[in-house]
């Protein structure tokens, strides 16, 4: 399937704008490309999953919308701010600021309670807290009478939880999730897909999630299929059987 590149206007008006974006890792014969001319545009407040085999770029492709990864070509944009070429102090508070990352090892402070860790950006920027859209992220998160506990204390499903919490509380642009389900059990994994499905329908969040996993990426409004750099599908409205039936195809085509 050839996908349609999103216009100028389109990509300038979106949350976080791929414009021909490659990335090339190593050197000469260990040279190794894993985005190859990426245009995408992700629309504000939308839940975008991203699946492909093992190897398809759809780690590089969110670690270069969070600026966490520099592309070797092209350009990302971030509402008004080219993140390429960005100094690192100035990328260090754009991340800070305006993304939030969830990673599938949680990456909480031990010695820190919930809702120290939760508000840890805060404290790291200066900022005061907003203690009720504290209050609000943690009751939606259904974590509001743990926010004492520290992260042994807790379960997987609810550290992940006080994770996407932390991601939240500076009411980012967007919030880029790396198998945030992952390490999880069905039941923990659950209850994660719901609090970023709420912080979508609820908060108006942007959300983009990688994973691999059908039932993980029905939850999302859509599904980039990512094969070899390049974005090779795009499914609407996915069910996890017509997700699963993609990835078989896909597989298949190697």
Not at 158 to 184: S, Y
Request: aromatic letters at 4%; hydrophobic letters at 45%; glycine letters at 6%.
């Amino acid at each position: 399937m050839t996908v349609q590149k999103t216009s100028v206007e389109q990509r300038l008006s979106s949350a976080v704008g791929l414009e021909q974006v490659s990335h090339v890792y190593g050197a000469n014969e260990t040279t190794v490309t894993a985005l190859k001319n990426v245009t995408w545009s992700f629309t504000p407040g939308s839940f975008t999953a991203v699946m492909g085999p093992s190897g398809s770029g759809k780690t590089t492709l969110l670690q270069c919308v969070a600026g966490l990864l520099e592309p070797t070509d092209g350009s990302v944009l971030l509402g008004e701010h080219r993140l390429n070429g960005m100094s690192e102090k100035k990328l260090a508070t754009i991340r800070r600021d305006l993304i939030g990352f969830v990673f599938q090892a949680f990456n909480l402070i031990p010695a820190l309670t919930a809702a120290e860790n939760i508000t840890l950006p805060l404290r790291l920027a200066h900022r005061a807290t907003d203690q009720a859209w504290m209050n609000e992220l943690a009751s939606r998160a259904g974590i509001a009478n743990r926010l004492s506990h520290r992260p042994h204390e807790l379960s997987g499903g609810q550290q992940q939880r006080v994770a996407i919490c932390r991601a939240l509380i500076t009411k980012p642009r967007v919030l880029c999730a790396d198998e945030p389900t992952g390490a999880l059990d069905k039941a923990s994994s659950k209850a994660v897909l719901s609090v970023l499905r709420d912080a979508v329908t609820e908060l108006a969040q942007t959300v983009i999630m990688v994973t691999h996993d059908p039932v993980a990426a029905a939850h999302a409004d859509q599904v980039l299929f990512l094969v070899d750099g390049r974005i090779v599908d795009v499914m609407t409205a996915p069910t996890p059987e017509r997700v699963a039936a993609t990835m078989t195809r896909l597989a298949g085509e190697d």
